[in-house]
Every structure is written in C-alpha cells, then in structure tokens.
C-alpha cells in the first residue's frame, strides 16, 4: 500500500447478514470457482446467494456456506499488501476466518460450512432472542433465574445481548427483561437454540469432523468466539471451533481485543454491514469499512489511505 498504511483486522459476519444475490459475480473469480466446485461436490445449495430468493437463503443449512462462499471469494478479492494482524468471524463467520489467515484451505472451511449447517438445522428445539438496552452481566443474572435452558448467546455490542435456549424459557426471559428495562426484546428468525446447550449433539458431531481436518498455524492470530483471546495453535483453533455452537460468541470482547492487538482499522468482509455498526459502537475510535462486493474489494487500499490521512 502506498503512502501511509493501517494495520487492520479482517472480520467475517455470521447468520442474518446473508442476503439474496449477495455472490452475484463471484463465481467468476479464480476462488470463487474453485469454491463454488467444492461446494458442489459437498452438496451445497449455493443458488439463492446468486440470485433473489430470500426465503431459500433464510435456511440453515443453505445460509451458512452461501456465507462462508461469499466472504472467502471477496477475501481472495483483498489487495494483497494489507497488514493484517489478526482474523476474526461472528459464528460461522469464524469458519471464513480460518479459511483466510490460511488456518484451513479455503475449499475445506466451505466443506465445513456445510456440514456445520446441516447439523445445526437438524437441531428444531429451541429458539433465540435479542434483548436491546440491558447489559450483559443482568441479562445473564435473569437467564440464572430462569426455569428451563436459556443462556446468553451473543454479547454483540454493549446493551445488544442474544439469549438462546428452550422456547418457553426464552419467552418467560424475554418478559422478564422487558420489566427489568429493556428497551426491546425481539424474537429471531432462526430454526433452533444456537450457542445454547440444546446445541450440544451437534457440536459433538461437528467436533469429530473437526478431528480428521488438518488446521495449520494462520498468517495473523483468529481471536476465537470462545474466549475473544487470539489463537495461532492448531490444536486451539480446533478447540475453540468444536465448543462454538455451546458456547456464547463474544464479540464485543474480540472487537475490543484486535483493537488492543495494534488494529488501526476493521474490515467487514462479506454481505451487508452488520459488524461494521457493531464495531462502531464497541470501538468507536477504531475505523471500521466493510467490503461487500469485488467493487469494495477493488477500493480498500484507496480507502483505507484515506482514513489514514484524515
């Protein structure tokens, strides 16, 4: 990059940010063919990501690789003098991360993509729900009070918490909630109980799978779901990636970490803009851009210099 440059931190949305049409152009690209094959041979509905059909992308098992398609496509798109000092994905988004920082080749985090998703739709019990205007220590305080399963799920932003868990504990929390001060709680459109212990079989699953892949050491540290700490070993990442679907995605934590790791600037790589209002609210001194198309690709150096030179 020329002129002055910015250390940066690649991250990659998870579920909810995907949208119709959103791959459109990118199985024209070198990765984007390569991936779209392995995709296919693994049996994955990638159709709705290149054209309009929202309600088909809304599935489970066809939002996660048609995610994990998209972002890794425009990722291969970056220009290739960005400092990069460490990877981070919302979720399934974590699967993209590795594929990028060279954790896992590309074609087998899609493969995992597509596992990960038919197994998480397999889960049916269960629902989740945002609670907007509590902090995450009472709502967690409330889902302890709680009968039934129901644990926090997301920390996405400060007074942004996803809770998860049995539908009638989520509904009994999400009552209690409103009468503790929530400003909103709303019911999300998912098909189970994710990052919740209704998860726990299909991790298991998703676990074993993980054993018989190789994960190699990546080019910058993922900072994990997990723990928001930043990973290089192989062994860890594995780890980390098998108790994902039980365990909560801290993602204000790890915006706050790559920011505390020398990131002078976020790049949301993948549809939509999500992480992006996410890290303006938990960083706000920390530039955040998103990349959403080969187009946005095409721009990041130029736009990154600009944020560079104020």
Known sequence: MSGRSLRVALCFPGQGSQSAGMAAGLDATDAGSRL???ARAAGADLDPAFAGDEERLRATEVAQPALVFTELALAAALPPGLEVVAFAGHSVGELSALGASGALDPEQALRLA???GRLMAGMREGTMAAVLGLEADVVARLCAEMEGTVVVANLNAPGQVVVSGAAAAVDALSTRAREAGARRVLPLKVSGAFHSPLMVEAAAEFAQLLATVEMRVPSAPV???????????????REGLGRQMVSPVRWSESVLRMAEMGAQALVEVG???VLTGLARRIAPATPALSVDSLEAAASLEERLRAVADG
């Open 36 to 38: 779209l094959a392995a």
């Open 114 to 116: 597509v596992e990960r």
């Open 223 to 237: 900072v994990a779901n997990v723990d928001a700490l930043p990973v290089t070993d192989p062994v860890r990442l």
């Open 271 to 273: 549809p939509g803009s």
